[in-house]
């Protein structure tokens, strides 16, 4: 009922299959690049201007981060579909 969705399936369902695979793609990187941002301040990587930085932490554990943004690459390059 959402009138947005409705004409993001009324635009995808008029693409070719080509563009279909593009816009996968396009979604795919996008996401990606979120997921690395994100974990760059996590790891303390980038830090947002005028932020402090952060530790995120499970319990009594010792901080999660320092290596987040790095297994994310490693992984994604692993699973990259070829010819990309």
Known sequence: S???FKRALTLFGS???QQKE???EIMRQ???DT???ILSVIDGLH???GQD???LRHG???PLNGDLYNLLLADIEMTRPTGT
């Open 2 to 4: 959402d009138p947005y």
């Open 47 to 49: 830090i947002p201007h």
């Open 22 to 24: 593009v816009l996968f």
């Open 60 to 62: 009594n554990e010792p």
């Open 15 to 17: 693409l070719t299959s």
């Open 53 to 55: 930085e952060f530790e």
């Open 35 to 37: 997921a690395v941002r």
């Open 30 to 32: 996008v996401c990606v």
